[in-house]
């Protein structure tokens, strides 16, 4: 299968417009605080969303409107997750209803997600305020996905935006994703939001098959600081514009498309991992040779959230003893005595474990290899065959500064 | 039952005696780094081990000598963990035997620890060559109990020690404990090490069982940075000196010896959480009204694990929605809507949340409150009559700054 990068973000599939303005959440910063995304049809929908049993109330909502798998436009909000407030539902069911007011689509069919600090009341007034300007300005151009991708940023220092086009048959598709969240992982202001656009023609029921298949492999791998939000969510909506025969059963378009939604997620995971708060290095844990896919998952899970690996990375120290120890309690099944451990970055491949020791090294090369912005931590278990790669990022000063001062 | 607080430490009970040397395994520092703890008599001994996969070299071989519930003496260094070295086994042996040598006592009978860097090779000769001298300065006084508490301390800044006496029947015993690390839960440097005495007659098995029930309310909720250690070990050497009536099952002596060693190791997990490297404050979450001992458990760690509640709390901001959101995906059956959180020090109770919503607060009360050095997170879950109380630390500059540059 071939994968085009492409332009334009959740606007590159036919059928997707989006706008992000500043409504006034924010009290302090002028910043893009309100999105929209909006279909010329109603979409075949499906959405994940956070485990954390205290959820926002968006999501509340959200998880009603696309029980029948169907939605049109998509309302966020940063500044304010609108979570653990009394009338958090009914601020939520207000902006859908503000939305379908000013798009034309019935409220039903809005999703609505909010990202920012928890437990402060969300005012609807900015947000009214803002619907006019907000709609005018939608745009199918690369500028309307940038100014969404702007408007759902909250400490997030990058804009994150990806788009490939693939083919099925004779036709050409586009799929598509803006996000935000320095992790899936991170409460507060720092949400993992990710609306994905397709004009794939695909049933509601398989386009969640493969969104809730492909998160345990992307979204799930992803991790800066293992605090799961209350407000993740994930939302893929496909327009059918592209003009496939639709796919409504597992098979060879199925399985391209697949491949297509994972190019876009997995894009998505390195690029949130590298704007985690405060990092400095994107970390990619490979893990290989494992007896079954869950171990492989947890063992490279396990690598990437480990804080003295992570600060480890940060100071560019080859302490490849933290990954080993990461690894043993890490919950996989695996045998101690049989790892080899590789740090790899553009700068070379040092070896660092080889039979569960240590083996020796140059510093110099090792400080040289670790220096890199991008580090991949290659461990090999050797005990089967099962394979899977986790994302996340360095503890710095910063994350601390950052969260450590967050509300005010 | 009342207990008292008595200097000693590890030489507190009957029969101990300690000492603390600078061998030289540290190139670096001139700071004690070989221990040793003696008794008069053969002990009733039981120990608990890091359930991380990738184990010590000491664990496996201490593993084998207390086998039999006996030890009489513990040979312990700091500065290199003997982990993940393909000697390390045979280190770990000789250790004892030159500890069996010095002392009189069989080389099985020696329990053996070390805590430092993983995966460097620890060389004997330092060891073998410090031993007149350590042997040779065992003494009962508090001072060997001090010189042995420093000789195994690494990134720790603070010395640990801790002995009670309390009456069973008649008799007065005594137990008192030395203990190092950041937590329990960091590799490396930072190892937990516990070594508690007591002249207490009591069973090996009736000693194992207390210790085995004891950590999961003591040195199991203590968290510095989720990274569990690969040599963490706690061992309990009971030498019988006191004279009670010895304990062979339960009952009331049984549970006085209980709870003595639970302020035992109470006193030292506040006293390793505070020392957390990096640490400015000592977290400490209590869980009430949870529907069992494991949703509490599993509450009151996950609060104090979370580098967000971590990061807040080193900087004074009172964000009661990390608290939430660590409560809400802490795995514990509850039901957000229902739960309290309040912020508790020496300047007075800050209500934050109530029945799942947050409540408006004085900034300037809440930095008050939050500024002081011992922080409780009292949380009420409302949902049922377990409790369970976790210990941590919050998360700092120098705690990136120490592990970001660990081995050199």
């Given amino acids: 299968m071939t994968l085009n990068e492409i332009q334009g973000g959740v606007c590159a599939a036919r059928g997707f417009s989006a706008n992000g303005i500043h409504c006034g959440i924010r009290k ?25 049993l205290v959820k926002g109330a968006p999501i509340l909502v959200t998880r009603e409107h696309v029980k029948d798998g169907i939605a049109q436009a998509v309302i966020v909000n940063s500044g304010n997750a609108n979570t653990c407030n009394a009338n958090g539902v009914e601020i939520a069911e207000e902006m859908c209803v503000l939305a379908a007011r000013y ?8 999703v609505v997600a909010s990202t920012g600090v928890i437990g402060q009341t969300l005012s609807i007034d900015p947000i009214a305020a803002g619907m006019q300007e907000l709609s005018e300005g939608l745009s199918s151009s690369a500028e309307g996905s940038s100014a969404a991708a702007e408007a759902i940023m909250t400490t997030d220092l990058v804009r994150k935006e990806i788009a490939y086009s693939f083919m099925i048959g004779d036709t050409e598709c586009r799929i598509g994703a803006i996000a935000k969240g320095v992790g899936m992982i991170c409460p507060n202001m720092a949400t993992m939001l990710m609306f994905i656009t397709t004009d794939c023609a695909i049933s509601a029921p398989m386009l969640q098959k493969a969104i809730s298949e492909d998160v345990k492999d992307s979204m799930n791998m992803l991790s800066v600081d293992r605090d799961t939000s209350t407000n993740d969510t994930l939302c893929i909506m496909a327009s059918g514009l592209a003009g496939n ?9 199925f399985e391209i498309f697949q491949a297509a939604l994972h190019a876009v997620t997995m894009a998505m995971c390195k690029k949130l991992a590298a704007d985690g708060e405060g990092a400095t290095h994107l970390i990619e844990c490979r893990v290989h040779g494992a007896k079954s896919k869950r171990d492989a998952r947890l063992a490279a899970k396990s690598v990437v959230n480990s804080n003295l690996v992570k600060a ?3 100071g560019a120290d080859a302490n490849g003893g933290r990954v080993m120890c990461a690894l043993g309690y890490s919950g996989a099944d695996l045998d101690p005595q049989a790892i080899d451990v590789d740090f790899i970055s553009a700068a070379g491949t040092l070896p660092a474990y080889r039979q569960g020791s240590a083996v020796a090294f ?10 890199e912005k991008e580090i991949v931590i290659d461990v090999r278990l050797n005990g089967g065959a099962e394979e899977a790669t986790a994302w996340g990022c360095d503890l710095t000063y910063d994350y601390v500064k950052i969260n450590g001062d967050y509300r005010t």
Avoid: Q, W
């Fill in 28 to 52: 302090n910063k002028v910043k893009r605080d309100l999105a929209l995304i909006l279909a010329k049809v109603p979409c075949n929908t499906a959405c994940v969303y956070t485990t954390n």
């Fill in 103 to 110: 798009t034309g689509v019935k409220a039903e069919d809005v």
């Fill in 245 to 253: 025969a639709p796919i409504e059963e597992e098979g060879g378009s």
């Fill in 312 to 314: 480890m990375i940060f």
């Fill in 362 to 371: 140059s510093e110099e090369f090792a400080k040289r290899v670790l220096t």
